[in-house]
């Protein structure tokens, strides 16, 4: 299927789609604790204005039809959209939350992916092992840096590519409920 045909497809309320490296499409309902993640991704970035330019699951533009919807992004203040949509060379950050049923793809593929792209900071949010990996330096097959942060250790800053900083408070990161496993 293509990426197109993807897009115009309608597919259930409450299930997000992940497109793999290998070309598969796979529907995953989306947890409570992933939508919850996002959102507090959401508020930490208006600390870098009202309006500066962040995306939730909206497709940015990777070379070879490797297109992605992350979870969360940062796009440099000057992007400017090419046709539809903005494209990977203005990324600043992407982030990731865990399912799980996406742990390997968040953890390797994207992982493997993004730091092919030069996507500046790629950080992966794991709900269910209550930690952040922050991944800097990107290289061809990844990236050479990755940092681990555990929730509930406060504010942890993220400099960005343009001189700004990201601030991400891990107090404030949702947790499972008990039976969310």
Request: net charge negative; aromatic share 10%; glycine share 8%.
């Amino acid at each position: 299927m293509s990426v197109d045909a993807v897009m115009h497809t309608e597919f259930p309320a409450g299930y997000v789609v992940l497109f793999g490296v290998d070309g598969k499409v796979i529907m995953t309902p989306q947890s409570f604790e992933h939508s919850s993640t996002i959102k507090s991704m959401q508020i930490d970035s208006l600390s870098l204005g009202r309006h500066a330019k962040t995306a939730s699951d909206v497709y940015i533009d990777f070379p070879a039809d490797e297109n992605s919807a992350p979870d969360f992004a940062i796009l440099r203040e000057d992007a400017k959209r090419q046709g539809k949509r903005y494209g990977f060379e203005d990324v600043l950050l992407i982030a990731e939350v865990v399912s799980v049923s996406s742990a390997r793809k968040d953890y390797d593929d994207c992982t493997a992916k993004y730091g092919r792209y030069g996507i500046p900071v790629y950080v992966v949010v794991d709900p269910y092992a209550a930690e952040v990996v922050v991944h800097t330096q990107p290289a061809g097959s990844g990236y050479i840096a990755a940092h681990t942060h555990k929730y509930g250790s406060g504010k942890l800053p993220i400099e960005l590519a343009d001189g700004r900083t990201y601030t991400l408070d891990l107090d404030e990161l949702p947790r499972p409920e008990a039976d969310a496993h």
